[in-house]
């Protein structure tokens, strides 16, 4: 759900800039020359079971192969800053995380897949999301992103919330008061990272009917809709006091302790984080419901994950980095990391035990009775307005922009990058 940075002006830095080695250490943003080694440059949050995991991985790979891997990571505004930079200069790591863009920002750049073993396996619901118009894959999905709004259902009870009432906008509202009298932070949301633009483009995704969403992606912005269905509910939840008060100086790790540890109900937030929850609580009670919609039923978001990876077409190490994609495929490792990420599995041979997670994906995914939308920013808005769309929510929840001005300030980002979704 991430797009390419506008400017500079609008990159949001996430808090502790993210790294991690198998073979000695590695700096932020290395070269794509590493001296012979397999570069594998992945966007993830150290100490996250994800990272822990694919670090046990890697080691594997390196010990059963004999290859040589410098292994780096970074959280997701610093990744993507770099790989901008290191796209412009055609100087990509041998694997690299695609994170929601494999087609649409990255392609050009990639090996097609389709010819992998793995290639079977893989979910035919990712279809839409992961091949372009001729057929081609372009990376390896390690999770089938399917989710909702993050909850802790014992916060839930001790406010006498019933979870499965919450089928509009109002009772959502509603029960945020709830849970503040009952002493907890109704919704936890960190400033400092993606999270607002995540609140927003969830809700954004069930708040338009086919034509109104037909017309964000062919050049026409609706801004009265954006402002009276996503901004101005926004402002609703700062004005009544719903965000967690360590809003502007909280990071992804604090909005999954927060909800693990009972402190928080609700998050706008990809899988991981309810995995991490589980990393700071075992025990903890967490899940998914659906995102309530003010026009139509209850809703699901989903598409390619974070952790889809794949090999850059110019790689002189491709052959070994084919067989690392097909070594993190096999079914013991796809597992590992679907149950690190607290996700679905991209492939079908994969049978991760999500444990607590579980329920919530039986509940509401396997019936296949809800509609599962895309993620409206990748569909309906062009490339580069992500930075925007954070800011702009941000600045609403602040209280440092009103919701009419942030719209008019989204909709001259929207204009300025041709209004038209690629």
Excluded at 85 to 104: C, E, I, K, Y
Excluded at 223 to 239: F, G, M, P
């Amino acid at each position: 759900m991430r797009k390419s940075i506008a400017t500079a002006t609008l990159v949001l830095m996430t808090s502790g800039l993210v790294l991690g080695a198998c073979s000695g250490g590695a700096e932020s943003g290395a070269s794509g020359d590493a001296g012979g080694k397999l570069d594998i440059y992945l966007n993830m949050t150290t100490g996250s079971p994800a990272y822990t995991e694919m670090k046990a991985i890697v080691d594997k790979f390196e010990q059963e192969t004999g290859t040589d891997v410098e292994f780096t990571i970074d959280s997701a505004d610093v990744f993507q800053k770099e790989m901008t930079v290191r796209m412009a200069s055609n100087n990509l790591p041998d694997v690299f995380s695609t994170h929601g863009w494999s087609v649409q920002r990255y392609s050009p750049f990639l090996e097609p897949l389709n010819d992998q073993p793995w290639m079977q396996y893989m979910d035919s619901g990712l279809d839409t999301a992961m091949k372009d118009a001729d057929g081609n894959v372009y990376a390896l999905p390690l999770e089938y992103t399917v989710t909702g709004i993050s909850v802790n259902f014992d916060v839930l009870s001790e406010a006498g919330v019933d979870p499965d009432s919450l089928t509009s906008w109002e009772a959502f509202t509603d029960a945020l008061g709830k849970i503040k009298e009952a002493g907890k932070t109704p919704i936890t949301c960190a400033g400092k990272i993606s999270a607002p633009g995540n609140l927003a483009d969830f809700i954004a995704s069930g708040a338009f009917s086919e034509d109104e969403r037909e017309s964000f992606r062919t050049g026409d912005f609706l801004s009265e809709a954006w402002q009276t269905r996503v901004l101005d509910l926004a402002k609703e939840w700062a004005d009544g006091g719903y965000f967690n008060p360590d809003y502007s100086s909280a990071t992804a790790d604090d909005m999954a302790s927060q909800i693990g540890q009972g402190q928080a109900a609700f998050a706008f937030a990809q899988p991981t984080l309810l995995a991490t929850a589980l990393s700071f609580n075992p025990n903890a009670n967490v899940g998914f419901i659906p995102i309530p919609s003010g026009i139509a039923d209850p809703y699901l978001v989903g598409g390619e994950g974070v952790n889809a990876y794949g090999v850059a077409k110019d790689s002189p190490n491709k052959e070994a980095a084919l067989k690392f994609l097909d070594f993190v495929a096999q079914p013991e490792n796809a597992s590992a990391m679907a149950e690190a990420i607290g996700s679905y599995s991209g492939l079908t041979n994969a049978t991760p035990d999500l444990g607590t997670l579980q329920s919530s994906y039986d509940k509401w995914v396997k019936p296949g009775d809800l509609v599962t939308e895309p993620f409206f920013d990748r569909v309906y808005l062009p490339n580069g307005i992500w930075a925007t769309l954070i800011t702009t929510t941000d600045a609403v929840i602040t209280g440092q922009s009103d919701p009419a001005t942030a719209t008019n300030d989204l909709k001259d980002q929207y204009t300025t990058l041709g209004g038209k979704a690629e």
